[in-house]
């Protein structure tokens, strides 16, 4: 019973892969997949100066800390300038004060 | 133009705005939190260190210069008015407005030694190394403008001064 079964399923696998339609492949279709290997084993092309500069850029942490670090810096120097602004305007105040125009 | 040239760019432009933005702010706020509360004597303060006492001292001294000082520019425009009638619309200076003008030059020259005493006498009120160093500053500042115009005149003509 066993092995008429079995025999039975021999003939219905052949017939079934013989019934199943095997699509034609497009042209070149090999060589086209060698191709795709053997660029994706390739090494990355390197990129240009400007764009490592700008993925450096576009950055969050680095963006941040050059903002900062730009506003730190223009504050700092516009402190130093006001702060001597106002030195130099107390001194010729001060000059004014006590020599007058005829004799500067 | 190609994208990461113009985000480059973008960068840029704005860095420089986050930069000269807190640049002037800075600056601003800087100038109008300093000239608050000050007066003449302000610059003697902060750049001389000075105390309170000390700085009682130099404004009681100012004050007083100050009154000499008005004395003597009103002595100036009187002579001033007296040289320029004496000058009137003549093409020649007349030994009466030789002699005006000789009275114009020694008044202003009082009033120049009169100055340059009271910086003494202010840098005598202070610690000795300020004192020496305002006395040097403010002899720069008053004295040194003339030098310069002197140096600046021989130069463009070609003249030396030989004194």
């Known amino acids: 019973m066993k092995e008429n079964m079995n025999s039975n399923d021999a003939k219905l696998s052949a017939l079934l892969r013989g019934s199943r339609l095997s699509p034609s492949l497009p042209p070149r279709f090999q060589e086209n997949v060698w191709r795709r290997i053997e660029d994706a084993e390739a090494p990355v092309k390197s990129e240009s100066w400007l764009e490592a500069l700008v993925i450096l850029i576009l950055r969050p942490r680095f963006a941040f800390a050059t903002a900062v670090l730009l506003l730190f810096a223009g504050a700092l120097l516009g402190a130093h300038e006001g702060s001597q602004a106002v030195r130099h305007d107390a001194q010729a105040r001060y000059v004014a004060s006590i020599a007058p125009d005829s004799l500067r | ?163």
Request: net charge negative; proline share 2%.
């Open chain 2, 1 to 163: 133009m190609n994208r990461p040239l113009l985000i480059l760019l973008g960068a840029l432009a704005l860095g420089a705005a986050i930069f000269t933005g807190s640049y002037f702010v800075s600056q601003r706020t800087c100038e109008m939190c300093l000239t608050v509360h000050q007066d003449d004597l302000s610059w003697l303060r902060t750049e001389f260190h000075l105390s309170d006492a000390e700085m009682a001292h130099i404004r009681e001294l100012h004050e007083g210069y100050l009154l000499q000082c008005a004395d003597m520019c009103a002595k100036i425009a009187v002579k001033k008015g007296e040289v320029e009638s004496a000058l009137g619309n003549g093409t020649n200076i007349t030994a009466e407005a030789q002699t005006k003008l000789n009275e114009l030059a020694a008044l202003r020259a009082q009033c120049q030694a009169q100055m340059l005493r009271h910086f003494v006498t202010v840098s005598q009120a202070m610690p000795p190394e300020q004192g020496q160093r305002y006395l040097a500053e403010m002899k720069k500042l008053t004295l040194g403008l003339h030098e310069q115009i002197e140096q600046s005149m021989s130069g463009e003509t070609g003249h030396e001064h030989h004194h």
